[in-house]
């Protein structure tokens, strides 16, 4: 069982850069489709960003789409965000996750399709 963990968080001013780490354990996820989703206050959770298992194939949410920046090291079972321009919508509990997708290059957009997920790590931008 691979088991996820995410670190990178904090409190940043608007405009501000981020780069979360989504680290996997356990077993290697580098066969695994992993996304990024978001959590803010009072709201449902929402897609941000999702890559296959090579990296070569990236989808991302229209709110982060030219800010956020998702990219993975198999090597070192890791999955990254680097997060520019941060707004304060952007303020949220972020979550990785992973699906085994045996070298497919298909991307997960559904959370309801991971299997595996972090516990999340706070951003929260100031105005």
């Known amino acids: 069982q691979v088991q996820l963990a995410e670190s990178g968080g904090g409190l940043v001013q608007a405009g501000d850069s981020l780069r979360l780490s989504c680290a996997a354990s356990?077993?290697?996820?580098?066969?695994?489709?992993m996304g990024w989703f978001r959590r803010a206050p009072g709201k449902e959770r929402e897609f941000v960003v999702g890559?296959?298992?090579?990296?070569?194939?990236?989808y991302y949410a229209d709110p982060v789409k030219g800010r956020f920046t998702v990219s993975r090291d198999n090597a070192k079972n890791t999955v990254y965000l680097l997060m520019n321009s941060l707004k304060p919508e952007d303020t949220a509990v972020y979550y990785c996750?992973?699906?085994?997708?045996?070298?497919?290059?298909?991307?997960?957009?559904?959370?309801?399709?991971?299997?595996?997920w972090g516990q999340g790590t706070q951003v929260t931008v100031s105005s």
């Open positions: 996750a992973g699906r085994e997708e045996y070298y497919s290059e298909e991307l997960v957009l559904d959370e309801l399709r991971y299997t595996n």
């Open positions: 356990g077993r290697t996820a580098s066969t695994y489709a």
């Open positions: 890559i296959s298992w090579s990296g070569a194939s990236k």
